[in-house]
């Protein structure tokens, strides 16, 4: 039975979406089999070459919540989900990736607990490769902090820690107002990543209230085709811009004295994540001596790794080789 919208929904939720395949549908399935009814599912389709813009459009047909948004050519992921933020009329804001699925009362429960401590954002737990239930468990009532949340996301992992634990925005809800009263958009995906990571430092910095449901609500699908395990995303002219985005960001708002550590551990962590990317699995020299001359470029590059502490060298001579190229 088809459902009807409200003129001001409770939630919007964005979905940009390019070559889903089969996934697609079950995506869809478990958007508009959402126990709270009362949502916007806006469809940003990205010039897909699948099918998978007449799915959509199938799944429209029935059901008036779905808006569809066509792009009129190919932006990628962060100008997608802006084009979606541009159009949504919720109360707040939910993401999905196109190819991933949520549990039927992942929605309801989140919207729930806005109301209950008037939160700006609630987040929730994401299941990737099975590993999320043991990484949260080590840290107790911590993550639950502003101050934590933007130190690991800031850092790329709290202290020692390898990788963030609040990177995806496809779990959590935002309020609408938060993000348009302090303009707050993804980067553009062509040039910039991550950029869930720097969505996500912006929000929770304007966000004056954090609360959590502490629930695996949202199923992040891992396949070859993730835009993630490609190098074009996680190249070093990419990550590094998203780097420098984060440091342009914190002294904006004349913090970057207050996050300064953790942001120099951020940069040694993807610094060195790009370069071994030249480097591995097929070594390209002259990409990695291109690697290394952009990266030393960045102002803050040098001063992060005369302060960076080596492991043992039996431990990690490549980490080592690359960590000498970049304090040069």
């Known amino acids: 039975m088809s459902q009807k919208m409200s003129s001001t929904p409770k939630i919007s939720i964005i979905v940009p979406v390019y070559n889903a395949g089969t ?53 990628h992921i962060g100008e997608s989900r802006n084009r979606g933020l541009s159009v949504a009329k919720g109360e707040y804001i939910g993401f999905s990736d196109h190819d991933d699925y949520r549990e039927l009362t992942m929605y309801e429960e989140l919207y729930n607990k806005t109301k209950l401590n008037n939160a700006d954002i609630v987040m929730s737990f994401l299941e990737n490769k099975n590993e999320i239930k043991s990484r949260f468990a080590d840290f107790g009532e911590n993550i639950f902090t502003k101050e934590f949340l933007l130190k690991d996301l800031i850092g790329f992992g709290y202290s020692n820690h390898q990788g963030a634990l609040f990177v995806q925005v496809n779990n959590n809800l935002y309020r609408n107002d938060l993000i348009k009263q302090n303009q707050i958009v993804f980067v553009d995906t062509n040039f910039i990543t991550p950029e869930d990571v720097l969505f996500q430092i912006k929000s929770i910095y304007f966000a004056s209230k954090i609360d959590f449901v502490r629930k695996q609500f949202y199923y992040h699908v891992k396949h070859l085709h993730n835009e993630g395990s490609k190098y074009s995303y996680v190249s070093y002219k990419k990550r590094s811009a998203g780097i420098a985005e984060i440091y342009n960001f914190l002294q904006s708002k004349n913090i970057f004295e207050s996050y300064k550590n953790d942001f120099m551990k951020g940069v040694t962590k993807q610094f060195i994540n790009s370069l071994s990317g030249t480097l591995y699995p097929i070594p390209n020299l002259i990409k990695f001596r291109k690697a290394v001359k952009h990266l030393r470029s960045y102002p803050f590059c040098k001063e992060a790794f005369e302060s960076y502490s080596l492991p043992p060298v039996k431990h990690n001579l490549f980490r080592r080789f690359l960590v000498e190229r970049l304090r040069q």
């Open 23 to 75: 996934r697609l549908e079950k995506c869809l399935y478990t958007l508009i089999n959402q126990t709270l009814t009362d949502i916007e599912i806006i469809l940003v389709l990205d010039c897909p070459t699948d099918g998978s813009d007449k799915l959509a459009k199938e799944y429209a047909k029935q059901d008036e919540r779905i808006v569809i948004v066509e792009n009129e050519k190919n932006l």
